[in-house]
C-alpha cells in the first residue's frame, strides 16, 4: 500500500520535473549573459535618471553600445560605471557629478503670505489655479511634489522655510523632481568639488521693485554681482541674474554684494571677517 | 486686504452629504424592523444587539487606536451599522462570548484587515456572521420561537425557520400575515417583510441608495423560483414565501447595497443583484444549507471589482 | 415632462440672490486694466503705446492667430503703461493700462436706443463684424465666437442654433436679467446669428426656474421665423454645451466632437445680445453684464460694467465687501474661480463676482472614498469620478485615458456631492491636463 503510493506519488514528481526541464529548454530566451552582470552592479533604483526604463534597460543599452560615453547612472555615479566598464571591457566616459539646486529662497520670513490657500496640497493642483500664497508668482509653493517624486530620500521640506532642501550625499541627480516642479524651480547644477556650489536663489522675471516687495530674498536684476564678478560668469536677463557654473571658479565675492542675499553659497567654510555691511545675515546653508 | 482671501479650485461649494449622514439614515432605516425583533425575540433581541454593537465599535477603536495608529474614526457610524447588521444576522438566543468573537471577525477580519472603511472587499457583518455559521453551527442554527414581550435570553424555546422547514420538506408553513409582521422563528433581522421595506421606502427617499440592487435581487428570486414552482408545484414552494422568508428583504436592502463592497455603475448594480438573487435561489433549492443569502452576497462581493471593470457607467456619447 | 440631460446632473441651492433686479450702470472708474488675453487662444497683440489718446470703443490689442480676439478700449483717455498685471487666471499677463478722462466714444458707435430688427448683411459680412467686435462666448468659456460660427470643413452643416438661456450656476443672474431688459435686442441678435450660421431654426433653452424668462421670451419670439422657447427642467450643469444640446435636441456629441456633429452651434445669450450690439450698432465688446452677490453682500446686483473695472468698485456698488469675507469668486460658485485680489479687473467672461464668507469658504476635512457611487451617479458625461482620482493620483495615465479622463467638463459634480469630502475634482482636472497632453505629444 505504501509502496503504491510512493511509487505513484514518485511517479508523479519525476514526469512533472522531465516537463519542465524539456519546456524550459524548449522556451529559453537567449540573454547576454553580461546583461545580467551589469545589472547586478546597478544600483536596482529603477529610478529612470539614465533615460532608460529601469535598471535592466539600461544594462541591455551599456552591452549594445560601442562606448559608454553617453551612457551614465546618475545614482551609482562613476563608481558604478567604471565597474560596468570593467565587466565589459570598455573605457567608462568622465562624467561630472550633478546636484539638484532649489532655485527659490522665498523663506516664510521673507515672504510673507497674502492669501491662503484651501486646495489640495500639491504643487501641481495649485499651480493650475495660481502662482502661490505670496505676491511672488515664481516661487515655491512648498507642497512637497518633489518631496514625494524623489526615490532616495534626498529632498525635504523645511518645515521653517517651507522650502524644500536637498541632502548633499544623498541626492543621485536623477532629475526626478526637476521634472515635476511647476515652476521649474529645482535644476541640476554642477557639484562642484566638495560639493561646493554658488547659485541665485531665486526665479522671479518680475522687474525689481515689484520682485522686491514680495519677497525680501528676490533676486532684482540689479548686476552688482554681474560688475562684481572676475570671470564675467555671470549674466543677466528676464531681471534675473544667472550664474554659469561652467565659467564659475567659486571665488565667492559675488554673495556678498547681493542686496537681497539671493546668492547662495553651499557647503562653504564660514567666511573668517565681515565682507561688506550688506552682508548682514549669514548665507551658509549648513 | 484685511483679512487674507481664501484660494482653492472649484467647485466652491458643497452638498453637505457626508459620510456620517448615511451611515445614520441607515441606522434610522433600520430602526422599524429593530422595533419588530424587540417585541418578538425580546430581552434576548436587545442582548444581542448592545454586545453586539458595543463590541463591534470597541473593536474598531481598538485597532484604529492601537495597531493603525491613527485617529479612531467611530464617530462616522459605520462600526454602530455593522453592529447592529451583524446583531441582525444572529438569532437571540446566542450568548455573548459568541457574539464577540462575531465582532472580532467582523470588524478585525472583515473591515479593518483590508484597512478600514471603503477598502474592504467583504461586507463585515457577514463576514462576521459567516465566521460564526461555520464555527458555532448548532448555536448558529437553533432559534428561538418568537413570543411577544419574550423575557428569555439563552432559555427559551427553539423552533425552526420557515426555510429550514422547506428544506426538510415539510409544507405546513406560517401564515402570510405572520410573515408580513415577523411573527416566525429566524436572526433578529429576518423578521418582518414590511418593516424591512419601510426602511427600504426610508432609504429611497433619502436617496442614501438607488433602488437598482434590491429590486435586481428581488426580482431575481422571485423570477427564479417561480419557474421552478411553475415546473414543479409540490417540491418548491411559491415565490412568495422565498420573497418573505429568511434573510432575503435584510440582505437585499441592507446588506447587499453597502456602498463599499457593491459595484458602482447602475448596469453594474443590477448585474451584482440578480447575481445574489440567482445563488441564493440556487443554495436555497439545491443546497444542504436552508438559507444562502449570506453566502450569496459575499460571493458576490468578490466579483464586484471585475464587475467594476467590465461594466462602466453609460458614458456620455458613447454607444 | 419637461426635458433636461440624460445622464447626472445635481440641483444645487439656486441662490439667486440678485434674480428680479434692474440692471444698473456701474460708474467709469479712474483707471481702467484692460488683460490682452480675455479669451481662449492666443493673446492680442497691444497696437497702442504708452501716452496714446484712446476714444471708448478704440482697438487697442488686435487678434493674434485664428483663435484670438481684438481687445476695444472701454473707456476714453490715455494710455500709462502697458504691463504685467494680475488677472483672474491668478498669474500675471500683459495688460493696457488706461487713465479715464471724460467718455468720448468712436463716431462709428451708433449710441442710438432703438431697436434695429433687420439686418440685410450676408452671412461673411455678419462674422467679420463679430470678429472685429473682439466677441467671444460671453457664458464664462471665451471661445472667440467668429471661430465657432465657421466650423471647420469637413463637418456635417449646422442646422439648428441652441441658445443657452440655461444659467444654471447659482448666484448668477447676469443673463437672467439681461434676457428681462433687452429681449428685443437678444431675439434680433439671435436672428442675426441665425444667418450667420445659415440655419432656419433656433431654440432658446430657458430653465424653468426664469418663468417670467420664458413668458417674456414666447411673447417676444412670435415675431420671428424659426426661433422658438424650450423651457427646461432646472438641473446643473444645464448650460454645459454636450449637456444642452443633449437637453435640447436629445443627441449625444460623441466624444472628441464638434457640437456641429450633430447639427447644432451653441451660443450664451449674452453673446447673441453682443452680436446685436456689434452688428446693429458698430459697438464692440467692452462693456457687460456682472451679476455682484454673495449672501453678506447688503445689496447683490446687476450692474453693467466697463471691461477693465476693477472688481473692487464693483463690489462697492453692491454694498461693499463684508466684514468676514473669505472668498472672492470670479464666475458661479460651481465652476468659477477664486481671485487672489479685488484688484482684478473685469474682463470679457465675468460673469460675475461671489463672495463667500469665511465659514463658507473652507472645505471640510477629507475622508477616504466609502465607494459610494454618488459621483458616479452625478457625472453628467457618465464618467467613474473616484476611479479618475486614484488613477490621477497613482499616475496610471493609461487607466485615466482609458476611462475617458479627457471627456469630463470639470462641471464640479463630483467634489459637489461627494460625502467623504473628497477633492474628485482636483485631482481628474490636473489628471486630464497630463492626459491631453500626452495625447498630443502622440499626436505630434
Not at chain 1, 22 to 40: G, H, L, W
Not at chain 2, 8 to 28: A, E, R, T
Not at chain 3, 239 to 256: F, M, N, P, T
Amino acid at each position: 500500500m505504501i509502496l503504491i503510493a510512493i511509487i505513484s506519488l514518485g511517479g508523479i514528481g519525476v514526469t512533472g520535473a522531465v516537463l519542465l526541464y524539456a519546456a524550459s529548454k524548449k522556451f529559453e530566451v537567449y540573454e547576454d549573459p553580461r546583461i545580467a552582470q551589469v545589472q547586478n552592479v546597478l544600483p536596482a533604483a529603477n529610478c529612470g535618471g539614465c533615460g532608460y526604463p529601469g535598471c535592466s534597460g539600461f544594462a541591455a543599452a551599456c552591452v549594445q553600445a560601442d562606448s559608454l560615453d553617453n551612457l551614465s547612472c546618475p545614482v551609482g555615479g562613476a563608481d558604478v560605471m567604471s565597474k560596468v566598464a570593467g565587466i565589459l571591457g570598455k573605457e567608462a566616459g568622465t562624467v561630472n557629478p550633478l546636484i539638484a539646486v532649489v532655485h527659490c529662497n522665498g523663506t516664510c520670513q521673507a515672504r510673507p503670505h497674502t492669501n491662503q490657500y484651501d486646495g489640495t496640497r500639491n504643487c501641481a493642483i495649485a499651480s493650475s489655479l495660481y502662482g502661490g500664497e505670496t505676491d511672488c508668482s515664481y516661487g515655491c509653493f512648498g507642497y512637497a511634489d518633489c518631496v514625494t517624486a524623489c526615490l532616495f530620500d534626498a529632498i525635504h521640506i523645511n518645515p521653517e522655510t517651507m522650502l524644500p532642501e536637498v541632502t548633499d550625499d544623498k541626492c543621485t541627480a536623477c532629475g526626478a523632481c526637476v521634472k515635476v516642479c511647476p515652476k521649474s524651480l529645482i535644476k541640476l547644477h554642477k557639484k562642484g568639488p566638495k560639493s561646493r556650489r554658488i547659485f541665485v536663489s531665486c526665479a522671479n522675471q518680475d522687474k525689481g521693485g515689484v520682485a522686491r516687495k514680495a519677497c525680501n530674498h528676490a533676486c532684482i536684476g540689479c548686476s552688482k554681482c554681474q560688475k562684481e564678478c572676475p570671470f564675467e560668469a555671470i549674466a543677466i536677463a528676464n531681471n534675473l541674474a544667472y550664474i554659469d557654473p561652467v565659467k564659475c571658479r567659486l571665488c565667492r565675492k559675488c554673495a556678498p554684494v547681493c542686496p537681497t542675499n539671493s546668492i547662495i553659497e553651499a557647503n562653504f567654510p564660514p567666511r573668517k571677517e565681515k565682507v561688506t555691511e550688506d552682508s548682514k545675515e549669514n548665507k551658509e546653508i549648513k | 486686504m484685511e483679512n487674507k482671501l481664501v484660494i482653492s479650485p472649484s467647485p466652491h461649494i458643497h452638498g453637505g452629504d457626508s459620510i456620517q449622514k448615511n451611515m445614520y439614515s441607515v441606522l434610522i432605516a433600520l430602526l422599524p424592523t429593530s422595533l419588530i425583533s424587540l417585541y418578538y425575540f425580546g430581552l434576548g433581541a436587545l442582548i444581542v444587539t448592545v454586545v453586539s454593537i458595543t463590541s463591534c465599535v470597541t473593536v474598531e477603536y481598538l485597532i484604529q487606536k492601537f495597531l493603525m495608529k491613527k485617529e479612531p474614526t467611530i464617530r462616522d457610524g459605520s462600526a454602530i451599522l455593522t453592529g447592529v447588521l451583524l446583531a441582525f444576522n444572529l438569532p437571540s438566543n446566542l450568548p455573548v462570548w459568541i457574539i464577540i468573537i462575531g465582532a472580532l471577525a467582523a470588524i478585525g477580519i472583515g473591515k479593518m484587515s483590508f484597512g478600514g472603511l471603503g477598502k474592504n472587499i467583504f461586507n463585515p457583518a457577514l463576514a462576521g456572521r459567516v465566521f460564526l455559521l461555520i464555527s458555532f453551527p448548532a448555536q448558529m442554527t437553533t432559534w428561538p420561537v418568537p413570543e411577544p414581550a419574550s423575557m428569555h435570553y439563552t432559555d427559551g424555546q427553539t423552533g425552526a425557520t420557515v426555510l429550514s422547514l422547506i428544506n426538510e420538506g415539510v409544507h405546513d408553513l406560517p401564515s402570510y400575515t405572520d410573515m408580513l409582521t415577523g411573527n416566525m422563528g429566524g436572526s433578529l433581522g429576518e423578521a418582518s417583510a414590511i418593516a424591512l421595506l419601510l426602511g427600504f421606502v426610508y432609504l429611497l427617499v433619502r436617496k442614501t441608495i438607488t433602488w437598482h440592487i434590491p429590486v435586481a435581487v428581488i426580482g431575481a428570486v422571485a423570477l427564479f423560483t417561480g419557474i421552478m414552482h411553475g415546473i414543479d408545484p409540490y417540491s418548491y414552494v411559491n415565490p412568495f414565501i422565498h420573497l418573505l422568508s429568511g434573510g432575503l428583504l435584510l440582505g437585499a436592502i441592507f446588506m447587499a447595497t453597502d456602498y463599499t463592497t457593491s459595484p458602482m455603475s447602475k448596469t453594474g448594480m443590477l448585474v451584482y443583484g440578480a447575481g445574489i438573487g440567482i445563488l441564493t435561489t440556487i443554495i436555497r433549492l439545491f443546497g444542504s444549507y436552508p438559507e444562502g443569502v449570506s453566502f450569496a452576497i459575499l460571493i458576490m462581493n468578490a466579483f464586484t471589482p471585475l464587475i467594476n471593470n467590465y461594466i462602466k457607467p453609460k458614458h456620455f456619447g458613447g454607444k | 415632462m419637461l426635458r433636461t440631460f440624460r445622464i447626472g446632473g445635481i440641483h444645487p441651492p439656486e441662490s439667486k440672490l440678485s434674480a428680479g433686479k434692474k440692471i444698473n450702470r456701474a460708474d467709469i472708474p479712474k483707471q481702467v486694466i484692460i488683460p490682452l488675453a480675455q479669451h481662449i487662444g492666443a493673446p492680442a497683440q497691444a497696437v497702442v503705446k504708452k501716452g496714446d489718446a484712446v476714444k471708448t470703443g478704440t482697438l487697442i490689442g488686435k487678434a493674434a492667430g485664428f483663435v484670438s480676439a481684438n481687445i476695444h478700449s472701454s473707456v476714453s483717455g490715455k494710455v500709462t503703461k502697458i504691463d504685467q498685471a494680475l488677472d483672474a487666471s491668478g498669474y500675471k499677463h500683459p495688460a493696457v493700462f488706461i487713465d479715464v478722462e471724460g467718455d468720448e466714444w468712436e463716431e462709428s458707435i451708433d449710441r442710438n436706443g432703438n431697436l434695429i430688427k433687420e439686418c440685410l448683411l450676408p452671412p461673411k459680412e455678419i462674422i467679420n463684424k463679430i470678429t472685429e467686435a473682439g466677441i467671444v462666448g460671453m457664458g464664462g468659456a471665451t471661445f472667440p465666437t467668429q471661430v465657432k460660427l465657421t466650423p471647420p470643413p469637413g463637418n456635417n452643416k449646422a442646422e439648428l442654433l441652441i441658445i443657452n438661456a440655461a444659467e444654471c450656476e447659482p448666484y448668477l443672474t447676469s443673463d437672467h436679467s439681461l434676457m428681462m431688459e433687452k429681449g428685443e435686442e437678444i431675439t434680433a441678435g439671435i436672428s442675426i446669428l441665425m444667418k450667420a450660421v445659415d440655419v432656419t431654426r433656433a431654440v432658446i433653452g430657458i430653465e424653468n426656474n426664469k418663468p417670467d424668462a420664458i413668458a417674456r421670451f414666447n411673447s417676444l419670439v412670435k415675431g420671428y421665423a424659426g426661433i422658438e422657447v424650450m423651457p427646461l427642467k432646472s438641473r446643473y450643469p444645464q448650460g454645459g454645451e454636450k449637456q444642452l444640446i443633449d437637453a435640447v435636441v436629445r443627441r449625444q456629441v460623441k466624444s472628441g466632437s464638434l457640437p456641429v456633429s450633430v447639427g447644432a452651434v451653441v451660443q450664451n445669450t449674452g453673446t447673441a445680445f453682443a452680436v446685436y450690439e456689434a452688428v446693429q450698432k458698430n459697438k464692440p465688446l467692452i462693456e457687460r453684464v456682472v451679476t455682484v452677490t454673495g449672501k453678506n453682500m447688503s445689496n447683490p446686483s446687476n450692474l453693467l460694467v466697463r471691461i477693465g473695472t476693477p472688481i473692487r468698485n464693483l463690489i462697492d456698488a453692491a454694498g461693499g465687501l463684508p466684514e468676514n469675507t473669505g472668498k472672492i469668486i470670479g464666475g458661479g460658485p460651481m465652476m468659477g474661480k477664486a481671485l487672489i485680489s479685488p484688484d482684478i479687473p473685469v474682463a470679457k467672461g465675468s460673469s460675475g463676482i461671489l463672495i463667500l464668507s469665511c465659514e463658507e469658504a473652507i472645505h471640510k476635512p477629507m475622508y477616504d472614498c466609502i465607494r459610494c457611487a454618488k459621483c458616479v451617479n452625478v457625472c453628467p458625461m457618465g464618467l467613474n469620478p473616484t476611479l479618475l482620482m486614484s488613477a490621477t493620483d497613482f499616475q496610471d495615465w493609461e487607466l485615466a485615458e482609458k476611462n475617458h479622463i479627457v471627456d469630463c467638463i470639470e462641471c464640479g459634480s463630483c467634489s459637489y456631492t461627494c460625502p467623504a469630502n473628497r477633492v474628485l475634482l482636483d485631482y481628474i482636472r490636473l489628471g486630464k491636463g497630463k492626459v491631453m497632453g500626452m495625447i498630443r505629444a502622440r499626436k505630434s
